[in-house]
């Protein structure tokens, strides 16, 4: 008997050897059928979708979900666009807590203000207490003087402001969060996902690197799936600058790695490693991008996350410990250095199975493409970028260079895997959105950017499913709505496939999925 039959719907099941289906049967939390093969069987329950479209669940391939949850439920600076107005939040926010507390603020934006705050105006806001803006990207921040002067003399900043690694150094002044914290804010961006139609995502940094919370931030997951509270299935990628020597046999070939040898693949369905998230660059919002050729209209290029040969041994070291990588590259002078690293470790140890990742690929030049493919690398792009600052990244950029952002056609023209994700919470996660960035390249101002990079909805579809499956190595047990994959779907209010595409972002997530359960809150079937 099954569990349960769903009835009534287009299910859009993203495999080509059963492209469509009317019905699906779950049992034990798995697809045992469709269609003729479940039509007559009994099962304890028979839900009517009433004509909806069903997906498999969206995979969010980048996302920052302890980030996301500490960010709600703090100040924000977001929608502010006067200084007097950001100082005044800053002001209101420094009066709550004690005075050896730190005041947090979010969504800092220097874009949306004309200029950047200062240490002084921090400090007059604040009353003197240790102020953190964290800007939006999530690579600079502006502190106060009190923040200052806790800091080691060589720690460069420019009025209080510090980007990149001076930002990291910032934050482990406030680090670690405890579990407890950490594990409430997952539990709570995790609801939002479900509400979007994701079921599983991919944690793109814990325990070290730009944007980790705690030396043992895993343990803030395993205390929510422990209490049963892990919202959706979560994949980790444990920052570079967890590896270290470990005395390993010579025979192994291990230079550094985590403790105990753990490395991708280890966990379950619903909590894994994944890869090891590695920072080449900044990003495009601070200017810190790296680039081979100057901001437009400015004179500097951006900069790299630490001297280039450094890096190269961290990926080289990590492809020869077993890992997958995931390898955060926006610029095209941090891409080169990503795919010249990625060669030089497959040379040393082949491993054509590793599937390597290049996290944003926010600007790729066309002589790029094919060392792509041939590397066999996967683009883990956010087209929500360019929806939301693909105005402000276009003007930065210049016209000639424009078209070659998160791009879409021109990787998948090239046999280059193409994943979606969302970076959450940099920008807005729902899929349906990027989706239809994906298909139309419109900013939400109308600016298309990069018309030519423009997919199908089919195309972006695949991204946010079958794609983001492989590039997660779910692909034996999600991405399609398959017989014997985990029975995790998302109903839709109409057919993105069917719908004018302007339409897509705006489609009603009915309900959401997992291990063939509704999983979203209050239940709506």
Not at 13 to 38: C, K, N, Q, S, Y
Not at 176 to 194: F, K, M, N, T, W
Not at 223 to 252: F, N
């Amino acid at each position: 008997m099954l569990c349960t039959r769903l009835t009534n719907a287009t299910f859009v099941t993203m495999d080509p050897g059963h492209p469509v289906a009317r019905e699906l049967g779950v049992w034990r939390g798995r697809i045992v059928g469709l269609d003729d093969a479940v039509r007559s069987l009994p099962a304890r329950e028979v839900i009517d979708l009433q004509g909806a479209t069903v997906l498999p669940g969206f995979i969010d391939s980048h996302v920052h979900l302890a980030w996301t949850g500490l960010r709600a439920s703090s100040p924000s600076l977001a929608g502010v666009t006067r200084v007097e107005d950001a100082l005044a939040v800053v002001d209101a926010a420094s009066r709550t807590g004690g005075p050896d507390s730190w005041v947090s603020v979010g969504d800092y934006d220097q874009r949306a203000l004309g200029r950047h705050l200062t240490a002084a105006e921090l400090d007059r806001a604040g009353h003197g207490r240790r102020v953190f803006l964290m800007h939006t990207s999530g690579h600079a921040c502006v502190v106060s003087s009190a923040v200052l002067d806790l800091l080691p003399a060589d720690v460069p900043h420019d009025n209080g402001l510090l980007v990149e690694s001076a930002m990291g150094a910032v934050r482990r002044l406030r680090l670690p969060y405890s579990q407890s914290e950490l594990a409430d804010a997952i539990e709570h961006a995790g609801r939002v996902c479900l509400a979007e139609g994701v079921t599983a995502c991919a944690e793109a940094g814990i325990g070290g690197g730009l944007l980790g919370h705690s030396p043992v931030e895993l343990g803030a997951y395993q205390l929510l799936r422990d209490e049963g509270r892990l919202p959706l299935r979560v994949q980790l990628m444990p920052g570079g600058d967890t590896l270290r020597p470990l005395g390993a046999h010579r025979d192994d070939g291990i230079p550094r790695a985590l403790d105990l040898g753990l490395r991708t693949g280890f966990g379950d369905d619903w909590l894994s490693v994944g890869a090891l998230k590695i920072y080449t660059d900044g990003g495009m919002m601070a200017r810190t991008a790296a680039l081979t050729e100057p901001y437009e209209g400015m004179t500097h290029t951006g900069q790299l996350q630490d001297d280039p040969g450094r890096l190269t041994d961290l990926i080289v070291d990590g492809h020869l410990a077993g890992w997958q990588l995931a390898v955060h590259a926006i610029g095209d002078r941090a891409a080169d250095l990503a795919l010249d690293a990625l060669e030089k470790a497959q040379e040393l140890r082949p491993r054509p199975e590793a599937r390597h990742r290049i996290e944003h690929a926010g600007l790729i030049r066309p002589d790029q493409l094919p060392r792509f493919a041939r590397l066999g690398v996967s683009a883990v792009v956010q087209p929500s970028f360019l929806r939301y600052f693909g105005d402000d990244y276009a003007t930065v950029m210049g016209p000639r260079r424009a078209p070659w952002m998160y791009r879409g056609r021109g990787f998948l023209d090239h046999g280059i895997t193409l994943v979606g994700s969302s970076d959450r919470p940099v920008a807005d996660g729902a899929p349906l959105r990027a989706i239809q960035f994906m298909v139309e390249r419109a900013s939400t101002s109308g600016q298309v950017i990069g018309p030519d990079e423009g997919i199908t909805v089919e195309q972006a579809l695949h991204a946010y499913t079958v794609a983001g499956a492989y590039a997660c190595r779910w692909d034996d047990s999600a991405g399609s709505l398959t017989p014997g994959k985990r029975a995790d779907l998302v109903v839709l209010g109409d057919d993105p496939r069917r719908v004018d595409p302007a339409r897509i972002g705006d489609i009603d997530v009915v309900a959401t999925f997992v291990d063939g359960r509704e999983a979203t809150e209050g239940g709506k079937l």
